[in-house]
Each structure stands twice: as structure tokens, then as C-alpha cells.
């Protein structure tokens, strides 16, 4: 059974970092394409970051400079750490892993508030 389970999310002011992290378990993590997207209510769900299984990274222009992607095969997690935190990041951030499949968490929210 294919699980992501993401964690880390939560309450920050303007300016200040969290980092998320995933779990992943029943996929080949390895040679997986691992990302991070997010989404707000009433939008469409938006890749925000990725990594490829040989370490690539790529990331939506709003996030360059702020954000780091970065995963550990050993113990098969992915994580974004999030830096310069503004108040139209708030969203719910999911992990999303690409196999044979395409794999969802349930998501995490993250709100920059005040």
C-alpha cells in the first residue's frame, strides 16, 4: 500500500521559514520523481517544486530563491524547506510522488499570517 504522509505545516508570520517533510512508503522512492505542490481554495492545485530521482530540482518562479527541495532515499523522505515566508504562500502543501503512478498525501496547511 502506497502511503505519503506529509508533516511540518502550520502558523507563521511574514518572513519566517518552516520546513515540510514526507514520508513515503510502498513506492521505489529512489527512482521516483518526488514533488511538492499546493493549493488554495477556489484554484487550481500547483506544482511548486520537484526533484527528479537523480537529484534535478525545479521550482515555480513565485518560490526561486525562497524555497528548497530536498529528499533522503535512505529513509525515503522528501522535504521543502520554506524561507521569506509571504502571506500568498498560505496553502495547503502536498507531497506527490511519481512512479507507476501518480501518489497524493492529504496535504498540509501552511498559513503566513500576522
Known amino acids: 500500500q502506497v502511503q505519503l504522509a506529509e508533516s511540518g505545516g502550520g502558523l507563521v508570520q511574514p518572513g519566517g521559514s518552516l520546513r515540510l517533510s514526507c514520508v513515503v512508503s510502498g513506492i521505489d522512492f529512489g527512482r521516483s520523481v518526488m514533488a511538492w505542490y499546493r493549493q488554495v481554495p477556489g484554484k487550481q492545485r500547483e506544482l511548486v517544486a520537484s526533484?527528479?530521482?537523480?537529484?534535478?530540482?525545479d521550482y515555480v518562479d513565485s518560490v526561486k530563491g525562497r524555497f528548497t527541495i530536498s529528499k533522503d532515499n535512505t529513509k525515503s523522505m522528501v522535504y521543502l524547506q520554506m524561507s521569506s515566508l509571504k502571506p500568498e504562500d498560505t496553502a495547503v502543501y502536498y507531497c506527490n510522488a511519481i512512479g507507476a503512478r501518480i501518489y497524493w498525501g492529504k496535504g498540509v496547511l501552511v498559513t503566513v499570517s500576522s
Open positions: 526533484i527528479s530521482s537523480t537529484g534535478s530540482v
